[in-house]
T-cell receptor, first 113, second 114 residues
Framework: NAGVTQTPKFQVLKTGQSMTLQCAQDMNHNSMYWYRQDPGMGLRLIYYSASEGTTDKGEVPNGYNVSRLNKREFSLRLESAAPSQTSVYFC????????????FGDGTRLSIL | AQSVTQPDIHITVSEGASLELRCNYSYGATPYLFWYVQSPGQGLQLLLKYFSGDTLVQGIKGFEAEFKRSQSSFNLRKPSVHWSDAAEYFCAVGATSGTYKYIFGTGTRLKVLA
């Protein structure tokens, strides 16, 4: 009963390094989301993909790119990491975009030095 | 654009007491409304959602929420809190058309006293 799987769970980067956060869901959901969670700020939407082949910007897309590789996988890339991107990143999915995020992964805790 | 406010950052209740967590939203029409719970080190779990119809919504773990259009509120309630309910709770609002961006509140952390 995997649901939404995120890798890695923890990562430390140096400023300027790049990395890709991976997310996969096994529920045949159409929509997928990337959020970041910072203390006192709730969750903020970075990008979402309403369906395979489409992606759209959320509230805080600057510094990030995404790829909806197939229906299962939705990756988030930091091209040149900055300390302001230190956060906990959550991937989520839903059957269709109108239902809101239904299932969340356990998060990736990213620190950028 | 929609927005959501959770006025209480922290709430402490005794085990067995009733609970109400507040959520106020701003949106031009009736939005989609959600409550999620997050335990430490975990992702969020959907407790319940409101799309339309009956304004009293039942969710998992014994939670319910009531949509009040006149007050722009969607408060979460539980009649009797258990120690395992200690967690952080998030309200979220979604537009019913257009971009389908779901905006989260800043959360309310619940502490339960034995």
């Amino acid at each position: 009963n995997a649901g939404v799987t995120q890798t890695p769970k923890f990562q430390v980067l140096k400023t300027g390094q790049s990395m890709t956060l991976q997310c996969a869901q096994d529920m045949n959901h159409n929509s997928m989301y990337w959020y970041r969670q910072d203390p006192g700020m709730g969750l903020r939407l970075i990008y979402y993909s309403a369906s395979e082949g489409t992606t759209d910007k959320g509230e805080v897309p600057n510094g990030y790119n995404v790829s909806r590789l197939n229906k299962r996988e939705f990756s988030l890339r930091l091209e040149s990491a900055a300390p302001s991107q230190t956060s906990v990143y959550f991937c989520a999915s839903s059957e269709i975009r109108g239902l809101g995020p239904q299932h969340f992964g356990d998060g990736t805790r990213l620190s950028i030095l | 654009a929609q927005s959501v406010t959770q006025p209480d950052i922290h709430i402490t209740v005794s085990e067995g007491a009733s609970l109400e967590l507040r959520c106020n939203y701003s949106y031009g029409a009736t939005p989609y409304l959600f409550w999620y719970v997050q335990s430490p080190g975990q992702g969020l779990q959907l407790l319940l959602k409101y799309f339309s119809g009956d304004t009293l919504v039942q969710g998992i773990k014994g939670f319910e929420a009531e949509f009040k259009r006149s007050q722009s509120s969607f408060n979460l309630r539980k009649p009797s809190v258990h120690w395992s309910d200690a967690a952080e709770y998030f309200c979220a609002v979604g537009a019913t058309s257009g971009t389908y961006k779901y905006i989260f509140g800043t959360g309310t952390r619940l502490k339960v006293l034995a």
